[in-house]
């Protein structure tokens, strides 16, 4: 593979590219994309041309770049996570009817949960999980439901980043939230990412009751019904979990990176 004078592969400057794209952004100017990306204009240019060559990007007036359907197209139609937003979509829609709130799933990716699907309605509380976006984990009940259904060596090496006494996080009090989140079968955070809401988060388990997923909700902190909450949760996370064996599947959605 061909290497800039950088030391950067061809295909390293295409995925600076690509990610230099905010989020909610629908275009960018050439020259924006390029120092985003942190590259020379040229390259920029020259790159940009091939990429819309295929598809993956589009040429707009005056100068501006956007994604293209191409990229969306092959993204979705071979995304790892495609046959379990299939299995997940009948009962996040029961949760959601009945609700009538925010309903999420969502998959470890490192140590932040990725969500892969969401379903609101107008009138629902704030969700600062989107599709395609990510959360720390102690700042989700997905990703905290996650985490404490993990294997003991994955555990500790999350923890490992919080070992220094003098921040935010303490590793001592991560441990023991994912314990009692372990425990119990869900995680619950109350007033976390927004004081007025509260996430409940259950495990989903594949056939060899390995933890792949999470699906959670995200209420008015007023509406505090555990006991009606939990078990429709759990029920809709063990049938996710039995589409998924029914359809063969392949569970491994997880990111090893940083693992």
Request: no cysteine; aromatic share 2%; glycine share 12%.
């Given at each position: 593979?061909?290497?800039?004078?950088?030391?950067?592969?061809?295909?390293?400057?295409?995925?600076?590219?690509?990610?230099a794209f905010p989020e909610g952004s629908a275009s960018l100017q050439l020259s924006d994309l390029a120092d985003r990306a942190g590259l020379p204009l040229s390259?920029?240019?020259?790159?940009?041309?091939?990429?819309?060559?295929?598809?993956?990007?589009?040429?707009?007036g005056g100068g501006s770049v956007r994604l293209g359907m191409r990229l969306w197209e092959l993204v979705?139609?071979?995304s790892p996570t495609l046959a379990l937003r299939q299995a997940a979509m009948p009962l996040m829609e029961d949760i959601q009817q009945v609700l009538n709130q925010n309903v999420n799933l969502a998959v470890l990716d490192g140590?932040?949960?990725?969500?892969?699907?969401?379903?609101?309605?107008?009138?629902?509380v704030a969700n600062r999980a989107k599709v395609a976006g990510r959360m720390p984990v102690h700042l989700s009940s997905a990703g905290l439901a996650l985490m404490a259904h993990q294997p003991v060596a994955v555990q500790t090496a999350y923890l490992r980043q919080f070992a220094d006494p003098a921040g935010q996080v303490s590793a001592g009090n991560l441990r023991a939230l994912l314990a009692e989140t372990a425990s119990q079968g869900y995680a619950e955070l109350a007033g976390v990412v927004d004081p007025d809401t509260w996430g409940i988060a259950v495990p989903?388990?594949?056939?060899?009751?390995r933890t792949v997923a999470a699906l959670g909700?995200?209420?008015?902190?007023?509406?505090?019904r555990l006991q009606a909450l939990v078990p429709a949760l759990q029920t809709a996370a063990r049938?996710?979990?039995?589409?998924?064996?029914?359809?063969g599947a392949s569970t491994d959605f997880r990111s090893m990176e940083g693992v």
């Open positions: 593979m061909a290497n800039s004078g950088s030391g950067d592969s061809v295909v390293d400057r295409v995925v600076r590219l690509i990610e390259t920029a240019h020259r790159l940009v041309r091939q990429l819309a060559g295929h598809g993956l990007v589009e040429l707009g979705n139609r071979n140590w932040e949960a990725l969500f892969v699907e969401r379903l609101s309605r107008r009138g629902s989903i388990r594949d056939a060899r009751k909700v995200v209420v008015p902190l007023r509406e505090m049938g996710i979990g039995r589409r998924l064996g029914d359809a």
